[in-house]
């Protein structure tokens, strides 16, 4: 038998009827212009989010994953050059390298914040490395100072993957306006979301920011002129239409989401079989997702699940274990703080319409596991 989902990992369908007055009047808006490519809405956003994040300039793009690709290729990295990421991470953030010819080389995380591990980059670190990027996972930075030292130390680019952490801050400085360029995705599930694919660039370099939006647009100069080989990632005007509506709630969400954590940092906190998110110095959270860590992460999904409560795992697998970078040579125990988070994270329901009775209802479901365990 199907239980029904009655606590989803994330309640668009919520936030969709809570805002809808303000979607339709955005879809309104566009109709009356029928603008759909370039339109008014996506300057307007992309002057917005930019101010937003702290930064001069930002490219709306397609998906977080041509942000990506698009900030590599327009630094002009070169076959053979190297990338220093985190192994810890959804598949976008390395599998953009090999197109470019790059080669990706995975670090551990830090086993308190889940970031990259700055002391071990620095070991990494050869004549071959071009450039950084960290990941801001589950919403919360990495540690941008001590990797910004690295890379003014190297030589490097350093370039962030903010596709987890819009809003969060380090050093009381937004992410995405550190380093030369931050990627973000807008894919409906994130702390700012579209209605479907999108993604952004922020940089304070008008020049890179110009070449962004040169190759993302087919490498055009004028309508038929062509600088050079681009591709087409454009962000569309309904869904700019659309993050320019949520942006102005986007601090607002972030708070709620750290409300809903601090509850479940202190309900949660009798259990010694479970590990809380640890917040790092010098550093907000945003909390794109909530995960804890346990031995016995299998079991609880499960029982969650069979409760009606949707929880999920982000990641099952460190990249340096996927199929996909089998090339690359990487074996079981090369970074085990990752490791080990792969075999016991768990991601317990938040988003901003998440009600504290659903909450409540989380607790004390999992309190219910750990008390029915020998």
């Known amino acids: 038998m199907t239980v029904k989902t ?62 990506l690709y698009l900030i590599f290729k327009a630094l002009g990295l070169q076959p053979g050059d190297e990338v220093i990421t985190c192994t810890m991470s959804f598949i976008a953030t390395a599998e953009i390298f090999a197109p470019l010819g790059v080669k990706v080389v995975f670090a551990d995380i830090d086993p308190l914040t889940y970031t990259l591990d700055a002391a071990q980059v620095a070991r990494l670190i050869t004549e071959k490395t071009k450039a950084l990027l960290p990941v801001h996972l ?117 708070a709620r989401r750290n409300e809903i954590a601090a509850f479940y940092n202190h309900a949660l906190s009798d259990l010694p079989d479970l590990k809380l998110p640890q917040l790092g110095a010098n550093r907000t959270h945003v909390f794109h997702l909530y995960v804890v860590q346990t031995a ?29 970078f089998a090339y690359l040579g990487y074996q079981a125990g090369a970074f085990p703080h990752a490791e080990t988070l792969s075999q016991q994270c768990l991601s317990l329901p938040i988003c901003p319409e998440l009600t504290m009775s659903e909450a409540e209802e989380v607790v004390r479901t999992v309190k219910a596991f750990f008390e029915s365990r020998p």
């Open 296 to 324: 016995q992460r299998d079991a609880l999904l499960q029982f969650l699940n069979g409760q009606g409560i949707q929880a999920a795992i982000h990641y099952p697998i460190p990249l340096h274990l996927q199929p996909a």
């Open 6 to 67: 009655s606590i989803p990992l994330v309640n668009l369908q919520r936030q969709a009827q809570t805002y809808r007055d303000a979607f339709q009047a955005s879809f309104t808006a566009l109709l009356n212009k029928a603008d759909f490519i370039g339109g008014a809405s996506v300057e307007q956003f992309e002057k917005a989010f930019a101010q937003y994040c702290g930064a001069q300039h930002c490219v709306g793009v397609g998906n977080g994953t041509d942000a």
């Open 138 to 254: 589950y919403g919360q930075p990495a540690d941008l100072a001590a990797l910004q030292q690295l890379a003014t130390q190297h030589g490097l680019f350093l370039i962030e993957d903010a596709a987890q952490a819009h809003g969060a801050e380090f050093a009381g400085q937004r992410i995405g306006s550190w380093g030369q360029a931050a990627a973000f995705s807008f894919y409906p599930g994130k702390n700012l979301g579209a209605f479907g694919d999108g993604g952004g660039i922020t940089t304070n370099d008008a020049e890179l920011a110009h070449k962004i939006r040169m190759l993302a647009n087919h490498g055009r100069l004028t309508k038929y002129e062509h600088a050079v080989e681009g591709v087409n990632s454009r962000l569309d005007t309904v869904q700019a239409s659309i993050l320019l509506t949520k942006l102005g709630h986007l601090d607002a969400w972030n």
